[in-house]
Structures are given as C-alpha cells and as structure tokens.
C-alpha cells in the first residue's frame, strides 16, 4: 500500500490550373497583413506555406524551396547544437532545430516576445490577466504558493494541498473507510466531471498510475447514459468501496450534473448511502458545494476562481485523484515548478515554453494556418494530445483580440501515439496536404532497469520504438514538414507536471504574441445555450402530444400539427429531430409514416399522462 510520501506529429492537379493559387491572391489571408518581413523571408528561403508549396510541385519554385529547410547535415548539426535547450535538473529538452525560423525572424519577434514576458510576470503577480472575467489567474501559485500576491491565497492553497494529503492518505491507509464493504476499504475511485474537470485526471492517471495502485480510478465524463452504465456495470459489487470524486469548477455543469444523478440512482438501487462515499470538488457555495454540504457527503475541496478548469491539474481537480492511485503529487507540483521557474527566463533560448511560442508562431504563421500534431512514442503519454486540444483549443480558439478586433485566432491540435500513428495518418502527413507541424514527445527510458533484453541481436524492443520515431523526424523533415521534439528521460510524477507546465507557459506566452485572452471560453456558451432551447422545445413537444394522446379516441398528429400547435412552425426541423429521437427510446409512437421520410409522419405518446396534462 503507498504511504503519504509515495502520493504525497506535387499536387498533379494544379498542373491543369496553373493560375490558379486562391489562398496567395486572397486579400483575407491574414499572413498578408501580419508580418510582412517575416513572409518576404519566407518565400525567399523558407518552409512553404501551402499555397506556395503546390506551386512549388509545378516546379517553378522547387530549388527555392529545397533551400528553405536546411539540408546540409553539418549545418543541422550546428542548428541542432546551437537551438538545444536542455532543464538538466528535470531532464528535459527541446529541439526548435527542425522548425525553420530564421535568426531575422527571432529578431523581428524579440519585442513581442519581451512584452510577453512582461504580460506574464503582471500576471504571477496577481493582475487581471482575464479581463472579460475580471479574474485573476494563478495556476502557477499552485505549485509555488509563496508567488501568490497575498497571504490569504497562500494560505488557501497550502491548506488544501495539506488537506488532499492527508483526506487521500486516510482513505489509503483505510482510516477512512466505505460504509458497506466487505473490504474494508475504498478500492474504486469514480470520477464525475467533464472538460477541465476530467483531461487533467485522466491523462495523468494514464502516464502515472501503478499496475496495482490503491484505488484505481474510473470516469464518468459525458451524460450519454449508456457510458454511464457500462462504467457503473464494471464496478458490480466494487460499488459499495468505490469513492465518487464529482469535480466542476461551476457547480453547474449539467453533463455532470446528470452523472452525479445516475450514479446517485445506482446507489439506491444498490441499497447503497452515496453522501458516505461521496466528495465534491468545486468552488464554495456552488449548486454542487451547497449540495454536498446539506447531504453531508464524505469531503469537500475547492477549487479557487483564479484557476482556469484547463489549468486546474495542480489544484484539488488533479491532485486528489493521483494521490489516491499513488502518484506522488508533491513531485509532480515540484516538476512544475521547475519548469514554471525555467520559463521565467527572459532570454528566448533559455526558456522552453517561449519556444514553444516561437516555434507555434512560425509554423502557424501567428493565425492558426497548420495544426499541431503530438506525437508522444509511449502509450502512458497517450492521453497528451488530448489534454492539451483543451489546454490550447480552449485558449487560443478566439473571435476578437484584446482590443476587440476580429481575429478568428487557434491552433487545431490533434494526435494519438507512435508508432502506433504510422499505421494511420503518418502517410497523409509525409506526402499529403501540408497543414501541420508536428511535436514529437520521446522518452529515453524505455523501460525499468534490469527488465530489458534484445529481441534480435543488438537490438530491443525500445530501439524499435527509439528507431520508428528518429525515422519519422526524419522523413517527414525529408519533405520539408517542420517538427520539434521534447525528450524527457522518463514518465515520472515529475516529468509530468513539467510537461503540463511547459504547455500552460507556451499558450500564456503564445496568447500574448497573438494579443488575445487565454483565459476565457465565451464561445463555449452558445452550444450550451442551444443545447437548453432543444430541451425547452422538447418539453413543449411532449406537452402537445401528451395531450393528443389524453383524447378519446388519441389523436396521432403530422409534425406540421405539433409545430403549429408548439407555436414553433420555424423549428419543425428541430421538432423531427426530437421525435425520431423519442421514437428510438420507445417514449414516443409513429403510427403513420416513418423517419426516412418526415411529411409522412404522425406520432402520439404510447400512454397519457394525466398529471402533465395540467403541468
Ligand atoms: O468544471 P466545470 O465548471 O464543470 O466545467 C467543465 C468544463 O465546462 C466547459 O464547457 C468549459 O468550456 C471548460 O473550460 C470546463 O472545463
């Protein structure tokens, strides 16, 4: 059982259009406006952006091109060398050098890279760093409370690491026990949340987790209730040990809202009482705080308004849940601060996350143009690309800038694992449409000491691993397809919060180069704000037929009648769509007609409810 210390990646066609370059003649391309020197360099001597690159294979800029991404192995090399960043305390590096920025490029860019400093340091310090939310942002105190700009806040954060430690050591050691289990013990973690409050968990759970650790953990992040019930069905009879952490910032998240719910009802119909085996975490006095306080449920931790739930990975939100699968949490908070500390450097070389930015900036030419590939080539680094499509989709996927100009700003990040990826997209991304850059995430440690062998003479199974990911590199470089790559010696607690910190630095300082707010999410609105109009109409579609049905004899009605008597005729699409989805679920009856064809429809309720008749 693990002690406190233990948790504590030549189009034929054109040549039949050869006028034709849509993207270069477009007075939108906002790289037109963006950064002239920058574009002038870039089509004299560097990596093609794609309009220039399908010119390119007519042949009239070819040899252009080639010189754009140095070839020459010495002079790699010597790139190679002199762009190296290296964190040799954390054992981690990053290679820039296959990224083609030009020294003028960096030049250029030094001052907006100083004002990013300076942006960053405002908001260590406790600025408004979200002015549409008038909040602060201090995930960076979490690792390191003492830069939290007041006593109060210290406090709040020691307090709760304190309080995570040893509510995550009592259920560990058994202290705190299930009310109803023949173990004797908490055995199951079921983690409620969804967004913020689930990407962080679960890829750390996935690089970190022992084979066997304490409690192994389980996510409920969706309400699509067939999800929910297979994960409730694998637990079985482990229900009665299985501690529900319910994680929303808001409180008010209605998937996990919903899953809270189911999982209440399992516990029911279990004979089961869910406030004994049930943990909140939220901000105080959210609908889900004030809950949890008036059921008396097992524990409740914050989670603080000056930390984004994309960000919240070293708040309660994500240390909770490691240290009760072992993880060692004080190690990961110690590897994020680090790296925190390494990214405050104001010299461009020095600090990580700032090339990171650069090299986003490059490859993306600062407005989103390519995607970002993560590559990691180690399975328990598989959940990455994931978390990080929140991280910096959530962040940087923006309508206006700072001062209020349209701008239409992201990165579109997507990935999975090598090599396992070479058998799917790799082909797309070595000779296809040229819309990424790539980040390849390698581990030096293959595996535990003294476990390894040679499968065939000389060679292991990690060279194969170590082998399919210098082969990548190099191919897709082959093709002028730009990549950086972050080497860490191996997935440890540590490693870990580094890599989380490394990225949260590379979008803060990323935002501030592209002037934009990282920090809120308005667009995220609107599809919930939808979402809450198809539910009001769909109460308003069953009240109608409800009361079609109640008539003597029932009245099925055409979708023409429901809408109509909804007072809704603009929504009939909406309305067909509601239907066919109550008719699957056997919660409504077509008599007439069927789906594929919607006039021909005429539906009723399979029986009348009086009492909604009155509602
Ligand atoms: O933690 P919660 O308040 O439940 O929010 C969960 C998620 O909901 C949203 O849709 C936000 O866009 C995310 O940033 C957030 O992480």
């Not at 574009?39 to 252009?64: Q, Y």
């Not at 090399?77 to 981690?92: A, N, P």
């Not at 013990?185 to 990407?199: H, K």
């Not at 309660?316 to 450097?345: H, T």
Request: aromatic share 8%; charged share 25%.
């Amino acid at each position: 059982m693990a002690s406190l210390s233990g948790i504590c990646s030549s189009s034929p066609t054109l040549k039949k259009f050869p006028n034709q370059s849509p993207s270069l003649t477009d007075p939108l391309r906002k790289d037109h406006v963006s950064f002239p020197a920058r574009l002038a360099d870039r089509t004299l001597s560097l990596a093609p952006p794609r309009a220039v690159a399908r010119e390119v294979s007519d042949g009239a800029l070819a040899a252009a091109v080639k010189k754009g991404l140095e070839k020459d192995p010495r002079a790699l090399w010597r790139r190679y060398v002199g762009w190296l960043y290296q964190h040799k305390e954390l054992g981690i590096y990053l290679d820039v050098s296959r990224v083609g920025f030009s020294d003028e490029f960096v030049k250029e860019m030094e001052p907006r890279f100083q004002a990013a400093f300076r942006a960053m340091e405002e908001l260590e310090k406790g600025a408004i760093a979200n002015p549409d939310e008038s909040r602060m942002v201090g995930h960076y105190w979490l690792r390191d409370p003492k830069r939290a700009p007041n006593s109060f806040l210290k406090t709040q954060i020691e307090n709760t690491l304190d309080a995570v430690c040893k509510f995550a050591n009592d259920v560990v050691s058994g202290k705190i026990k299930p009310p109803s289990s023949p173990e004797g013990r908490f055995t199951q973690i079921l983690s409620v949340g969804i967004g913020g409050s689930a990407l962080g968990p679960q890829f750390v759970a996935e690089a970190l987790a022992p084979d066997n650790p304490p409690l192994k953990i389980r996510f409920v992040d969706n309400t699509d209730p067939a999800g929910i019930d297979h994960q409730i069905a694998q637990l079985g009879p482990e229900l009665a040990s299985t501690l529900v952490i319910v994680i929303s910032k808001s409180g008010g998240t209605p998937e996990t809202r919903n899953g809270l719910l189911e999982v209440q009802k399992a516990f029911r119909e279990a004979g089961l009482d869910f406030p004994k085996q049930g943990v909140a975490i939220t901000q105080e006095n959210s609908l889900l705080d004030n809950t949890a306080r008036i059921e008396g449920w097992l524990a409740r931790f914050p989670m603080f308004d000056w930390v984004g739930g994309r960000t919240s990975e070293m708040s309660a939100v994500g240390l909770l849940p490691a240290a009760l699968q072992g993880i060692d949490i004080r190690e990961m908070l110690a590897g994020a601060s680090l790296m925190d500390e390494a990214n405050r450097s104001t010299v461009l070389r020095n600090n990580p996350a700032a090339l990171l930015a650069l090299c986003w900036y490059w490859a993306t030419d600062g407005v989103g143009s390519k995607d970002m590939v993560i590559l990691p080539y180690k399975d328990s680094l598989l959940l990455f690309s994931r978390y990080l499509q929140q991280l910096v989709m959530e962040s940087l996927g923006k309508e206006f800038d700072l001062d209020g100009n349209r701008v239409n700003q992201g990165i579109s990040v997507y990935g999975n694992k090598g090599s396992t990826d070479q058998h799917a997209y790799i082909q797309q991304l070595r000779e296809g449409v040229h819309n990424f850059f790539v980040t390849f995430i390698e581990v030096l440690r293959d595996r535990p000491p003294g476990h390894d062998w040679e499968l065939e003479p000389g060679v292991t199974c990690g060279d194969y691993l170590f082998g399919m990911l210098q082969g990548t590199r190099s191919a897709l470089y082959a093709n002028n397809r730009e990549s950086i790559t972050v080497t860490v010696q191996e997935v440890t607690p540590r490693t870990v919060g580094a890599l989380i910190a490394l990225y949260e630095r590379a979008v803060g300082i990323y935002a501030s180069l592209v002037n934009i707010n990282a920090y809120h999410q308005p667009g995220v609105e609107a599809g919930k704000k939808a979402a809450g109009e198809v539910l009001a109409l769909q109460k308003r579609v069953l009240a109608v037929l409800n009361e079609a049905s109640c008539k003597e004899p029932v009245e099925p009605l055409t979708l023409e009648e429901v809408a109509d008597r909804c007072h809704a005729p603009e929504d009939i699409e909406m309305i067909y769509k509601i239907i066919a989805h109550m008719a699957a679920n056997d919660r409504a009856l077509i008599v007439e007609g069927s789906c594929g064809s919607p006039r021909s429809i005429k539906v009723f309720l399979g029986e009348c409810n009086i009492d909604g008749l009155y509602a």
